[in-house]
């Protein structure tokens, strides 16, 4: 970087944006990197005045100057922005920047340090020998790129020799050099090579969970690799014998080590002599970063969270775990003495001996693990004929809760599994679909849907992906659209396309706008306008406001109602958190329909729409009156000019009064997405606490040749905050929710509700 360069930028102030922001008919997505002079910045924050709330800063890609509330604004040190711009994907890049580790990795990386990178959809060892700027000036900041050489198997798969634009930034072999942004680089892992880059022929790559060979005292034993993050400036690597109990690793050198694959066929016999490893030992080995675990705490107490964090730590000689607890019961934010290793909430992190970590018995639905992925050798055993009702209360746990549970996730299948599992789990208000004609002739598409999909999933809890897989192709047959088997698609466009021009269903809605033809639909989006007052709405004040806004009534009451929320795309969210309602009152929606008067309670006999604003009169936004109360309500001033206009109101009502009835629905499931990928809440019982969790891609197990791992895990806690006050959810942090809570109110994407008493008649 040119001096100039750098004097000007020690004068400037970084930023990454962490939500949409609008500016003028487009907006700007979150990862988008932003800067502004630290004068600006101090003049703006500090002073006699109030702070401000917004910051006029520029978006440094586009070199446009826009202004952003400072609450969607992240400060960032040069040398992370530098490092964060060299990944041309706002999303991409803003995934690498909540995943902090390594980001910090990245900022303590030197030239000559040895590493693993991404190339060509596999990892090969390098060395670095390049970090800094390629001369880049097409943005106000130079990004900052690895030159790195490729070592072993991926020298020759470059495509440099360290000169890149006619300028030479390291030497390497012809065609072994690379220039990569900082989330294509592991910086930690990387088998140790020698002086020619080669791997240890005898050890060969070797990976955690790698079984292998080695001797004792002459003695022939048997164990699992565990890496630790520093083994290749030691040369060794952490092993867990197949015969121990108490759980102790063992550092071996690299080169006494034999990976099983190439053990001698009378070691083999000796290997296999040995005594197996217990259930125990396997499940300590299989833990890694972002693993669940487990760990005994105070007086027995057992503390849950994730490995954060994996490797050695000064004048302890164990491998020691970064754990970021469920709940306060830590004592650090990721950093000891000093030195940061990951990033929690304060009281959330806790250092301890990996061998004192237990997988978290909660996510384990069996002995084994990992869990297995079953193989059908026949398309007629995923095959389930006949009629299975839902599950509800213990036997939906019984039968759903678990890994390999729910339906098992394949190539941006999460819109259509978790759109399924919400729909078919445990509900039946739409089972019609999977019995009544179809409009196909052969029925196929039906046959898959009920006897692949729904009774499977309701019978023994599990989909697995080919069975999803082959609605898919056949859903791409018939609408023509290639991208059905590869591409991720919005829940809306699978829901209508199955439900409308593939089985014919009745439209779920019948809407009415005033002096126009009922319109018919399968989903609802939210329409209104954002309004100050509405800092945390839940979803009865949002549907008024969009009836209001558009001026609809509800034709009919309709046996199920999938709302989506008001967001643009799989990101922008028009409101931070938004307040399942558990039970929608639609009675004010229904265009023929006697209602209550706002006032009084006796029957309401006129609407006026100019009143709905108008929180003196009532907390409800719709407002209607009974004949006298609707005069005396407009004989204010302020209400004169207003235009009440009569209600239709059933004949019967009219010779008799009545107790007006409410016309409610229930909630049954909600879909959220966060980062374009999508999972489902569904409530399977009567109690406040019955909501399960379910995501289809929950975790992996294997690399390119593996699967996902689906997985269903009950949420109680989600109850917890349904009963808040409504000041409480708004002082909320979304990062300190418990558990899940925080994908249901603040990554809501839709709503689907039910009415058990329409769905005899539908």
Known sequence: MAQDSREVDDFLMYFILLEKVPVGNRTIEPGRLCCMSEESYLQ??????????????????????????????????????????????PTERFNCFLERGLLEQAVQAEVGQRVLVE???????????HVDNTLDTSTLLPPVYFGVELEGEGEGRGNMDGTYKGVTFFKCKKNSGLLLPFNKVIFSGAPPSDDTGSTN?????????????????????????????????????EVLPEETTSGDLLKIPLDSIVKEEVTTSDDQSLVQDGKSASNEEQRKADLEVDSLVQIRYKEGELAFGIIRWLGYMPQKEDVMAGVELEEDKGCNDGSWCGQRYFFCPPRRGL???????????????????????????????????????????AAAVDILEGDMKGIQGHCNSCYMDAALFSLFSCSSVLDSLLFKPSTLPDGKIQETLREKIVNPLRKNGFVSADSVMTLRCQLKEESQCPSFTTSEKDPEEFLNLIMHRILGADPLLKLQCEGQRV?????????????????????????????????????????????????????????????????LDITDLLSDGP??????????????????????????????????????????????????????????????????PRETLELFAVLSIETSHYVSFVKYGTEKGSWMFFDSMADRFGGEDGYNIPRVALCPEVATYLAAPLSDLMNQNPREMKGVAKRLFCDAYMYMYQSKRMALYK
């Open 119 to 129: 190339h060509e959809q596999k990892l090969f060892p390098a060395l670095i020998h």
């Open 201 to 237: 022929p005898q050890s060969g790559s070797v990976n955690r969970g790698d079984k292998v060979s080695y001797f004792v005292e002459d003695s022939l034993k048997r164990g699992i690799v565990v890496f630790s993050s520093n083994q290749s400036a030691t040369g060794f690597v």
């Open 519 to 583: 319109q018919e639909c399968y989903c609802y989006q939210i329409f209104i306008e954002k309004q100050q007052e509405m800092t945390v709405p839940n979803v009865q004040q949002l549907l008024e406001q969009s009836f209001h806004h558009s001026g609809l009534k509800l034709a009919e009451v309709p046996s199920c109602f999938i709302i989506q929320m008001p967001r643009f795309g799989k990101e922008y969210k028009m409101f931070s958190k938004i307040v399942p309602s558990l039970e």
């Open 595 to 660: 209602r209550e008067c706002v006032v009084c309670g006796n029957l309401a006999t006129h609407e006026c729409a100019e009143c709905f604003k108008d929180v003196i009169l009532s907390d409800h936004g719709l407002k209607q009156y009974c004949l006298v109360c609707c005069k005396q309500v407009h004989s204010h001033r302020k209400r004169k000019g207003h235009r009440p206009v009569p209600l239709k109101i059933p004949e019967g009502f009219l010779k008799t009064p009545n107790k007006i």
């Open 44 to 89: 703006s924050v500090t002073g006699d005045q109030s702070p401000a709330q917004s910051l006029s800063v520029t978006v440094i890609e586009e070199n446009v100057s826009i202004d952003v509330d400072v609450n969607v604004l992240q400060p960032l040190s040069q040398r992370k922005a530098a490092l964060l711009l060299a990944i041309r994907s």
């Open 351 to 393: 250092f301890v001996k990996l061998k004192a970590c237990q997988p978290d018995t909660r996510f384990l639905s069996s002995g084994d693990f990992p869990p297995k992925s079953p193989k059908h050798s026949k398309d007629d055993d995923r095959r389930v004929p006949g009629k299975v009702p839902p599950l509800q209360g």
